[in-house]
């Protein structure tokens, strides 16, 4: 069940490109971030793409989020609207991201669409059922390799640290764990590349643990408050 197929266009989208507020460049709208305007007048990043109203868009990278101006996102929303300035943009998107990506994986497990830890993984594998792997991002630099070199091409990525994937997932840490879901586990895969590039890490190959805002430690709650907004 692709998530991306679910979600509703005003009548005056279509499957055109957009343009990025910042570059100006036109690209497929399934590479931009949404941007709305909520009912305070705060710019808001849409990216389960869910919100009503007039929609702007801007490139997932640092330099074109920086390149929007308020006046610029006003024009296109028709209306004033409070952008924050710099890092605090960036902060608001990349929590924006990850909070994504968190949401996908609590789908997946409502689903029972998630394998997770070596046993399970090991037989999501063997079943043919495993679609995406996820490995904890805070797993030792060598840990990705015994899986990949079973995994017969079947991706993995490096998602949140072993103790909020365990939490988006309703248990303890989880190191490993493969999500089952066709299209869904696209989706996720889309949306942890999407987040690694904008925090301007690499997606597979590197030790650094990814954290995301209200999930480490947690029960998951944030991720499914993010997405019953
Ligand atoms: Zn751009």
Known sequence: MPRRGTRRLSPRENDHGRTCLGCRRRRPRGELIRIVRDPGGAACFDLEGSLPGRGAWVCPSRECLA??????LGHVLRAPVRLPPGDAR????????????????????????VAAGPTGVRAALASGRARLLLLAGDAPADAAAPWTSRAGGI?????????????????GPVTIAAVTVDGLAGALRDAIDRWRAFEAVSCDNDN?????????????AAGEEAEAR
């Open 90 to 113: 960036r902060r608001e998107l990349a929590g924006a991201l990850g909070r994504r990506v968190a949401n996908l994986v609590t789908i997946a497990r409502r689903m029972r669409g």
């Open 67 to 72: 390149a929007v101006t308020p006046g610029a």
């Open 155 to 171: 991706a993995l990525r490096r998602a949140h640290d072993a103790a909020a994937l365990g939490a988006l997932l309703g248990r």
């Open 208 to 220: 650094l643990p990814m954290t995301i805002q209200g999930a480490r430690g947690g029960t998951g």
